[in-house]
């Protein structure tokens, strides 16, 4: 099992950059696959990024494909969403999710707030 908490959230202008960390705890963070999603108000989960157990391979949703970069460090059991190029449409909740091999995403992190203004 493992415990995610999510930070680097809050308030930017729209065109600006967050960098947002999730620290798993547990002595196996490398056999999971991380992921990223982002719920906004009044809409369903979607999907961000996602990373393999080593991090040679990275996933992306469309709409944020090309503004947004996940990244991990096994040795500091963290994974990472650097987001650049903020749209006020990217205001939501984001969370850090952690699945096995071959299965679905099953821990969670709380979620940290980002909000973008223009």
Known sequence: QVQLVESGGGLVQAGGSLRLS??????????????????APGKGREFAAAINWNG???YY???VKGRFTISRDNAKNTVYLQVNGLKTEDTAVYYCAAAEVSKSYAYWGQG????VFS
């Open 112 to 115: 940290t707030q980002v909000t």
């Open 61 to 63: 949703g469309d709409s």
């Open 22 to 39: 999730c620290a798993a705890s547990g002595r196996t963070f490398s056999k999971y696959r991380m992921g990223w999603f982002r719920q």
């Open 56 to 58: 040679g391979s990275t």
